[in-house]
């Protein structure tokens, strides 16, 4: 190679490993954002989820309670980013969608706990009976 294209290769490498390394950064800095960290927002709790019909359940999404005018509401994040918000009830359904048209379905997974199916997401929530 003569001077002049070992410069530019020299030059398009570095480049690239600037690139390589700000992508590492960024994702680095996004999976501490994202939940793939341990730390959690304080109020925020860990749940197991898993997209319906896939892989075991995992403790991949967290889970936080909020008042609206309407009652308790949680909101569900699951580790793509995407989000669910479901309203507590107490008329022995568990939840419902808080906005939204889609149906949640909702069922016993045990005697702590209940499962609840949205949005192509299964979610294991903790429940407890409330007379």
Do not use: N, W
Request: net charge positive.
């Amino acid at each position: 190679m003569d001077e002049q294209t070992q410069a530019a290769h020299k030059g398009g490498m570095s480049r690239a490993i600037l690139s390589i390394s700000a992508g590492l950064f960024l994702a680095s800095a996004m999976a501490g954002c994202s939940g793939g960290s341990d730390k959690l927002p304080p109020g925020t709790t860990r749940v197991e989820c898993r997209p319906v019909g896939g892989a075991p359940l995992e403790a991949a999404c967290t889970i936080e309670r909020m008042k609206s005018e309407d009652g308790t509401v949680l909101v569900v994040r699951s580790p793509d980013g995407g989000f669910r918000r479901l309203l507590l009830v107490r008329d022995g359904r568990g939840v419902v969608a808080a906005d939204g048209a889609e149906p949640v379905v909702v069922g016993p997974a045990g005697p702590s706990h209940i499962s609840v199916t949205v949005g192509g997401m299964q979610y294991r929530l903790p429940a407890r009976v409330v007379p």
